[in-house]
């Protein structure tokens, strides 16, 4: 095994160096969020970016906004740790785009125009559904960036030394209002342009780790592995399926609930659907997708080599001990592999990573409340561009600073599995209503409604009385014991009340779907015409 992970947490590499290559990258994107900010003077400008990104380059900004610190710090702790069960994560992540291409991309792209609600309301009553759907996107996407800030906190701790819960909280804090920053000045235009050069940066940075570490065992996958079950302190059951989820009923379920969530949520997340209208057309939506699958493919597959080689050079039981647990895998092995200036790398590609999903996320959520809220529940529909980008603004600010909050009260938590609840959330409140709107003639306000609100509400009951909250060591809230419903996610039960509630509310409602928006909706939807 490997030192004890004091010794290795205080001499990891240089926190100067750390932070010089994270702030030339905070440099760099600033630069460019402010050349392209000239233009955010419309609605379309600020929240879609004019519509004038290619697939390809919005392919890649896909890959940015989805790869999050989850992914990156998360996945490969749980490879790590607790071997074949952490690269499940890896495989949910991956094939849940299958759902998003075939499903709901180019449907998505001629149905709508900035936001979800465009599609959710497009054929029923705007105000109720409106609600509803913005509702549903500020929840989605404060729990999405709980998890960003998170791992920040961790990241922090291991990489600057900064071990002291306040001197954490400062850091996020200050991630925080580099974030903001961002999104009030360059709107969708910037946040893309960030998203596709962190995306670059950290596709790069695991295919060089990868290599480097393949070299260090001859490229034989099997001396690595080998020397993974050597150092991790389950033995040659971290190379077999059960590790974390086979040993007991409960945990295999537990399981089967997770898989559900990682592979229907992604085509619900707010900030996915809306990245389909920053491109022209429905081909290039499809083709953003084709992009995205191809580049975290690469991605998804390094995170395995990754994995197994932090628990090979770095050891299960030193990840564990360190300051944040399983989100220092990828940090401890890049000073293992490459020093400090491959770590320098790592940090600040990691704190890229951050930065740029909350950004998306925050971006999102503030024109589900500027556009959906405001302009048309407040205004009526008779909002002034100008003064919708402004109400988007100011919801940023509110947005950005309660995700601190939550980031500061989360922090150490692990962040894949957190970023496992915000899909859960996903697939119940978002992915029945798009399903059902676009594909069921007779679905209704009613059951548009039933299905949000039904969804979402049985997923947050649930994990708050869930082990996530309380009740185990590695709850929120571990002191305490209020959980009685016993998997750590809901979706297995969350999804399909969702969805049983849609059913049940357009059956057992009153009011008819208008045949004639239900049919201009299909055309629209199919062929683009009108979009």
Known sequence: MTAPIDTAAESLGSPALNMTVFGLFVAITLYIVYKVSHRNTSTADYYAAGSTFTGTQNGVALTGDYLSAASFLGIAGAIAVHGYDGFLYSIGFLVAWLVALLLVAELVRNTGRFTMGDVLAYRMRQRPVRAAAATSTLVISFFYMVAQMAGAGGLVALLLNVHDKNGQALVITIVGLIMIFYVLVGGMKGTTWVQIIKATMLVLCVVLMTVFLLGKFGFSVTALLDEAAANNATGKAVLEPGGQYGKSAMSQLDFVSLSLALILGAAGLPHVLMRFYTVPNARQARRSVVWAIGAMAVFYLATLVIGYGAAALVGSDTILASTGKENSAAPLLAFEIGGTLLLGIVSAVAFATILAVVAGLTITASASFAHDVYASIVRRGRAEPAAEVRVARLTAVVIGVLA???????????????????????????????????????????????????????????????????????????????????????????????????FLGTVLGREKADPEKQAEMEVRSLTGIGA
Not at 409 to 417: D, K, T
């Open 404 to 502: 601190m909050v939550g980031g500061i009260l989360a922090n150490g938590q692990n962040v894949a599995f957190l970023v496992a609840l915000a899909f859960a959330f996903a697939a119940s409140a978002n992915l029945s209503t798009l399903l059902y709107s676009l594909f069921w003639k007779r679905f209704n306000t009613r059951g548009t409604l039933w299905a949000m609100y039904g969804g979402l509400g049985s997923c947050l009951l649930l994990v708050a009385v869930s082990p996530v909250v309380s009740g185990a060591p590695t709850s929120i809230f571990p002191s305490l014991d209020f959980q009685f419903f016993p998997l750590s996610n809901p979706g297995l039960v969350s999804i399909p009340i969702s969805f049983l509630a849609g």
